[in-house]
């Protein structure tokens, strides 16, 4: 069940994640961009941006949980593709049929991933993960040698084929926090310690957006690019101290379906939050807060009407929420309504009004928006995977 798109919906340009694919690669070349899609392509529709990915020439694609690459082979590509966050009980037999890359943080992830790919009749692709201190998963420094020894020996045997190791970076967006200098020796370390086990993998990746944009030290042969290419930016102003300009992929829009007036002293919206203080009229949005307008934008966002930016008034609802239009507005039912994106604030505009990110912002659209391509073609309704396991940011 989806809202109709002339009521509300994300518009989603293929275009501008293009754009920002390219900009990206240009800035990192020759290093290889992964384009990470997980979370439904970050809100924006996972098979609509792995094919738009592909499209505009992303090698790599990278997701968190493995019902996100199911879908992704199933959809007919057959591009490299990663996957890195499975559950201690999930069969990965037919991800490495599949040709799917797997990270590997353990001994028994490795057994397990052994296993499968006997079952598979082929060796399975891996990217080793050492923590270098992030500390979420990864392997840590002091099982690190145990765990390069143990793929050493799957390799020689041919149950395995180590293509990557790779690492997660914590503060990314600020290249002089100490963490940085350190996640990075720790990570070379960490290499040279896999050399040392005969291990020469192609690939070495640390970097999420902020790293690839902001440390060009953190590149290594690949970086994983995931909300730059939506056109976020990874944190305050790191796309603009990169030189590169990131256009927004997803813009979250709406049509005015009332617009009433109310006398100086009305109170709107459930717990009566917010109080005119002059007559004004307030005009009735339908998005609330499961389409991902979160509550806590009541009374402090903003939305853009007709070019202007207007208050968020009284408490974001489930379906709806209100918008003080100030007095004699000229505003009407059926104008448009841009919550963020183009011709409207940034999503982390909006983000920062709801003391979140950018992230939270995009990912939690819900599904009973539309995404609609303004390219033309809809996006595919329902392009989320079962859940079938834990998701990581
Ligand atoms: C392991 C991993 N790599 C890469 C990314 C992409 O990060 P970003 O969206 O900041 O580029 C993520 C997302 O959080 C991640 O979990």
New binding site residues.
């Given amino acids: 069940m989806t809202i109709d798109p002339t009521t509300a919906a994300a518009e989603i340009s293929t275009e501008a994640f293009a754009a920002n694919i390219g900009a990206i690669s240009e800035l990192v070349a020759p290093v290889t961009v992964m384009v990470?899609a997980k979370a439904d392509g970050y809100g924006h529709g996972l098979l609509t941006m792995t094919a738009a990915a592909r499209a505009a020439g992303a090698a790599w694609l990278?997701v968190?949980v493995p019902g996100e690459a199911r879908a992704v082979r199933a959809a007919g590509d057959r591009g490299r593709l990663f996957c890195?966050l499975y559950g201690p009980g999930e069969d990965l037999t037919d991800l490495v049929a599949a040709d799917v890359d797997l990270g590997v943080s353990s001994i028994d992830e490795l057994a397990r991933i052994v296993a499968a790919g006997r079952r598979a009749g082929r060796a399975a692709r891996i990217h080793l993960k050492i923590d270098t201190g992030l500390t979420r998963s990864g392997a840590p420094a002091a099982l690190w040698p145990r765990l390069c020894a143990s793929a050493a020996t799957a390799e020689d045997a041919g149950d395995i084929e180590v293509v990557g190791l790779w690492s997660?970076l914590a503060t990314a967006e600020d290249p002089e926090h100490r963490s940085v200098a350190s996640q990075i020796a720790r990570f070379d370390e960490a290499v040279a310690v896999a050399h040392s086990y005969g291990l020469k993998p192609e690939l070495r990746h640390l970097a999420?957006?902020?790293g690839a944009l902001g440390l060009p030290k953190a590149r290594y042969e690949m970086v994983?690019?995931?909300?730059?290419a939506y056109g976020v930016d990874?944190g305050v102003d790191v796309a603009e101290r990169a030189g590169i300009t990131l256009r927004p992929v997803m813009t979250l829009v709406a049509h005015l379906v009332q617009v009433k007036a109310i006398a100086a002293g009305t109170s709107v919206s459930y717990g009566h939050t917010w109080t005119a203080d002059r007559d004004t009229c307030v005009g009735l949005v339908p998005i609330g807060y499961a389409d991902g307008l979160l509550r806590h934008a009541g009374n402090a966002g903003t939305v853009t009407v007709n070019g202007r930016a207007v208050p968020i008034v009284g408490r974001v609802c489930m379906d709806q929420c209100l918008v003080d239009l100030g007095p004699q507005p000229t505003d009407r039912v059926g104008d448009r309504v841009v919550v963020f994106g183009a011709g409207g604030q940034r999503a982390n505009d909006l983000a920062a009004a709801c003391g979140t990110v950018g992230?939270e912002i995009v990912t939690r659209i819900g599904p009973r928006l539309r995404r609609v391509l303004t390219s033309g073609k809809d996006a595919p309704i329902g392009t989320s995977p079962p859940a079938t396991t834990r998701r990581?940011?």
Avoid: C, E, K, L
């Fill in positions: 990470v990278g968190a890195w997660h999420n957006s902020a994983r690019g995931g909300i730059a990874p992230y990581g940011d």
